[in-house]
């Protein structure tokens, strides 16, 4: 497949984050069960002994039933390998979007699974791309670039991007910039060092989004959610602990956080939009 580059969005961006699977061993009791407390229309089904994935989807249910599972007299408890469909292929989660959406025209899937790992990760569907589509080609702005250091949950540099704040909301963002220490500082304890990926908070058009790397995590408020925003934010967070890991990972540092005003204008044009995106 091809490769990702830090200027388009992946698999990992837009995918469901967790997979609903069942084993070999699974009856078709068990997937009529599992799709309907889910409501989904589909489920992966794993075969570990030979590290492969197959698939059922509502449409393979209904051509087993009309061609012969009415006829079982024990039809629930008919073997997955019955019904299922595949191996199907996985697609790693580092793989762009645009190549997704091509591989899922061509060999008419409704949905993919995605690896990390070698590990299923994820789900790419019809739907998930739907929203990535209205949420990509959505024009978003960034209006403050703050970094935080994880020991101590203190802001070590920050940026305001002055031309992007209107004077209507700018008292707005300094509100939201005023309060952020305790709430931004939960939300880390909570949610960022608890799953190790980015996560993002919506305060009315609001978008804070966040991206943990190495003791530290990069904020950036924005006017709306963006994917294209948030690729920037993770290209930004790991040049900024590039530039500063002797500091970070300074022995006493890292006991006691790092409590200095850190220099970030080389990082500020990363946000700037592109001339091919004008």
Same mark, same amino acid.
């Given at each position: 497949?091809?490769?990702s580059?830090?200027?388009?969005?992946?698999?990992?961006?837009?995918?469901?984050?967790?997979?609903?699977?069942?084993?070999?061993?699974?009856?078709?009791? =068990?997937?009529?069960?599992?799709?309907?407390?889910?409501?989904?229309?589909?489920?992966?089904?794993?075969?570990p002994?030979?590290?492969?994935?197959?698939?059922i989807?509502?449409?393979?249910?209904?051509?087993?039933?009309?061609?012969?599972?009415m006829?079982?007299?024990?039809?629930?408890?008919?073997?997955?390998?019955?019904?299922?469909?595949g191996?199907?292929?996985?697609?790693?989660?580092?793989?762009?979007i645009?190549t997704?959406?091509?591989?899922?025209?061509?060999?008419n899937?409704?949905?993919?699974?995605i690896?990390k790992? =070698?590990?299923?990760?994820?789900?790419?569907?019809?739907?998930?791309?739907?929203?990535?589509? =209205?949420?990509?080609?959505?024009?978003?702005?960034?209006?403050?670039?703050?970094?935080?250091?994880?020991?101590?949950?203190?802001?070590?540099?920050?940026?305001?991007?002055?031309?992007?704040?209107g004077d209507d909301?700018?008292q707005?963002?300094?509100?939201?910039? %005023?309060?952020?220490?305790?709430?931004?500082?939960a939300?880390?304890?909570?949610?960022?060092?608890s799953? %190790?990926?980015?996560r993002?908070?919506?305060?009315?058009?609001?978008?804070?989004l966040?991206?943990?790397?190495?003791?530290?995590?990069?904020?950036?408020?924005?006017?709306?959610?963006?994917?294209?925003?948030?690729?920037?934010?993770?290209i930004?967070?790991?040049?900024?602990y590039?530039?500063?890991?002797?500091?970070?990972?300074?022995?006493?540092?890292?006991?006691?956080?790092?409590?200095v005003?850190?220099?970030?204008?080389?990082?500020?044009p990363i946000?700037?939009?592109?001339?091919?995106?004008?």
């Amino acid at each position: 497949m091809e490769e990702s580059n830090e200027n388009s969005a992946v698999a990992g961006d837009i995918m469901t984050p967790h997979v609903i699977m069942l084993d070999t061993n699974s009856t078709f009791k =068990n997937v009529i069960e599992l799709l309907h407390k889910n409501d989904i229309s589909a489920v992966f089904i794993e075969a570990p002994s030979k590290d492969e994935y197959f698939i059922i989807t509502k449409t393979d249910i209904i051509n087993f039933l009309n061609n012969r599972g009415m006829k079982e007299h024990n039809l629930s408890d008919i073997s997955v390998k019955e019904i299922m469909k595949g191996p199907t292929i996985t697609l790693d989660i580092d793989t762009p979007i645009d190549t997704i959406i091509r591989f899922m025209i061509e060999h008419n899937f409704k949905r993919v699974l995605i690896s990390k790992n =070698n590990k299923p990760a994820g789900v790419v569907s019809t739907r998930d791309i739907m929203k990535w589509n =209205n949420t990509y080609f959505k024009p978003a702005k960034p209006q403050i670039l703050l970094f935080m250091d994880d020991i101590n949950s203190t802001f070590i540099a920050k940026h305001i991007y002055q031309e992007n704040i209107g004077d209507d909301v700018q008292q707005e963002l300094i509100d939201i910039y %005023g309060g952020a220490i305790s709430s931004i500082s939960a939300i880390t304890d909570e949610v960022i060092k608890s799953s %190790g990926t980015m996560r993002q908070l919506l305060k009315e058009k609001r978008s804070i989004l966040f991206e943990p790397y190495k003791g530290i995590t990069g904020i950036l408020i924005s006017d709306y959610n963006s994917i294209e925003l948030r690729r920037k934010l993770k290209i930004a967070t790991e040049k900024f602990y590039e530039t500063y890991s002797n500091l970070i990972d300074d022995k006493h540092k890292k006991e006691m956080g790092v409590n200095v005003n850190l220099d970030i204008n080389s990082l500020v044009p990363i946000f700037e939009k592109d001339k091919d995106e004008e």
